[in-house]
DNA sequence: TTAATAATACTCCGGCGGAGCATATATGGG
DNA sequence: CCCATATATGCTCCGCCGGAGTATTATTAA
């Protein structure tokens, strides 16, 4: 079982995919560039082996190069691979058809959105693409009208009893439904069903079906598989929130509790309960209140907090709890 | 800003590591092999391009070639391109010094160890590698013998004063120290930390010192950067406990109550507290009880119970809470 | 029969978080 | 100046979870 005689020397090219996140004004906003088939994609770069010693520093490299922007936060999300992903990335690479291109997608968070010189670049609230991630208003008009009844046909079309059986499971557990609650954190499993459903653009483009048709209400798709990265960026930042102080990565030096409350409920896509996000903040010993207060709320004053760096690094462990407002209504697939 | 212009074919080799883990009589072990210089190092294998449609296929197809083993979780861990891990990797590989070989580390779970057939395989306990990592029966003596002390004369080594006190900022967080309270999932950041210390055998020889000299009490060596690998595993699997209902890939098909805790102790790396966990692992709904028990006890039978299967997939959400057992005894590094 | 060893059953209690009510301090309009 | 409106902020009530410990029950070995 010595492998290292079987590593024979395949070579693949390595792309760095960066999701870079901000909140401006209540949206969640990523960077993302005009592609030349119209399309968004994320900031892409090459993986120089010969010049970077490691992944981040390339990264840090070409994005403060390409937008000016330095990289504070920076994190590893995932490895993508696979096959399908790569033809249209090869091509547009110059590469030839066939070429093999691993991309290592990164999430990194910023307090403000940078200004962006290039023509082509430009920040999007990423519920552009994903519009049934955002509860804020309630529940998405295109989830019952169209994202659910599309799935609950494709759990329906299957050919066993089990497998169709096993999709509505799949489905009732990535949305919640039945009472199942909606895991916010679960953005990637949500749009791999609709894309294994064929409801997304992706899905059609990747089965070369002419002309690619999706699902109205599925929101803009995005070059290549940059979607999945995105999900899988937001699903990530999700489930960080809740058990390390990352929320900071993203705030002004000063701000109000509100403030601090919309930015979560940005990220997160639901309300919460005001109260009780103050009570808890506070209580987390992450933040520190300034004398300062601000004016302009259109109410009583709001005093200024700001992040308590002592406690990030002491609290690293900890994150901001998530007090959810209202519980999930209890669709269904009908039959369970 | 089109990054896809600069897109040059620079080309890297891929290897698939996997850290494959069972526990066994309460000893948490990895899949190991016995590599040409002597040290253990982790199943590796290519990945190719061609025949792979995903990273994961590959996987699962040469882990069960060399090992009969065919994988069940298996979960992506981190990919690891930094430079200086790949030279010792590329010579091993045949390829021409420099070569870049970047490495995606997967781990994955089994309930019990295969019968490995290949003579250089084998099953170790991961303490081996990481003898403080294991609070079981008390405080790692080498902990406060030898990590701890030469910890602190690293940080006090520095050549600034505030370089001095990041330092020990650092391994009072990583260690738990001051009363912080150990974070079992750290793992990797106290390996990182023994390395950069040079503690471990791995500095040394990473540095060319000869002969590469560790710090007695620092485990057991690895090949190229595998103990790295291993220990994000450790953290990954820690942490992952707590919110997920992992453990239960790693549990025989019926266990009593008490078997369940010995297996999460050997992960987690310290005893907890049998009342109460027996409580939560009851309440959770994620174990359901036979009516069968198990005699050999020693005392009073056990309920055997079994993992419910159903809630693994509704629970997925939820875990085993860890009742902890008594507090991490309050360490200092001295001054702070 | 007794000691040892576990398994199992309860109790007590503090804190966290869900939910809501009450009060304080701005602004803008009559 | 007074009032409606909009927030900010303070405080209460309460159930559940999890930390800690005590008591009881069912085996096996001596």
């Known amino acids: 079982m010595n492998a290292l005689s079987e590593l024979h020397p395949a070579r693949v090219a390595i792309g760095l995919n960066a999701v870079l996140a901000v909140v401006e004004r209540e949206r969640p906003k990523v960077l993302c560039v005009r592609s030349e088939n119209g399309l968004w994609r994320l900031p892409y770069g090459p993986f120089d082996p010969e010049r970077h010693r490691t992944f981040e ?59 962006v010189d290039a023509a082509d670049a430009a920040w999007r609230d990423w519920y552009e693409f994903f519009p049934w991630e955002d509860w804020r208003d309630g529940e998405p008009p295109c989830l019952g009208d169209a994202i659910l009844p599309a799935l609950a046909r494709w759990a329906g079309g299957a050919r066993a009893r089990d497998a169709a059986a096993a999709r509505r499971d799949r489905i009732r557990l990535a949305f919640g439904l039945d009472g199942a609650g909606w895991e916010e954190e679960r953005a990637l499993d949500r749009y791999e069903l609709m894309y294994e459903a064929g409801l997304v653009a992706e899905a059609a483009r990747d089965r070369n ?10 929101g803009a798709d995005m070059a290549s598989d940059h979607r999945r990265i995105l999900a899988t960026a937001i699903g990530r930042l999700r489930g960080k929130l809740k058990y390390r102080p990352i929320i900071f990565e993203l705030t002004p030096p000063e701000f ?33 209140r300034t004398r300062r207060t601000a004016q302009q709320t259109g109410g009583r004053p709001a005093a200024l907090f700001r992040a308590n760096r002592l406690a990030l690094k002491d609290r690293a462990g900890k994150g901001l709890t998530i007090p959810r407002l209202r519980l999930a209504p209890a669709f269904s697939l009908g039959r369970t």
Do not use: C
Request: proline share 4%.
């Open 209 to 218: 079906l002419q002309p690619a048709r999706a699902l109205a209400g599925t």
């Open 57 to 115: 520093i390339g990264l840090r490299e070409w994005v403060e190069k390409q937008t000016k922007v330095s990289l504070g936060y920076v994190e590893q999300l995932y490895t993508f691979g696979d096959k399908g992903r790569d033809a249209p990335l090869a091509a547009l690479a110059g590469g030839a058809a066939g070429d093999r291109i691993v991309s290592v997608g990164y999430l990194a968070l910023a307090p403000e959105p940078a200004a």
């Open 256 to 288: 109000t509790l509100l403030t601090l409350q919309r930015i979560v409920e940005a990220i997160v896509g639901f309300e919460l309960h005001k109260q009780n996000f103050r009570r808890s903040a506070e209580q987390s010993g992450l933040v520190i």
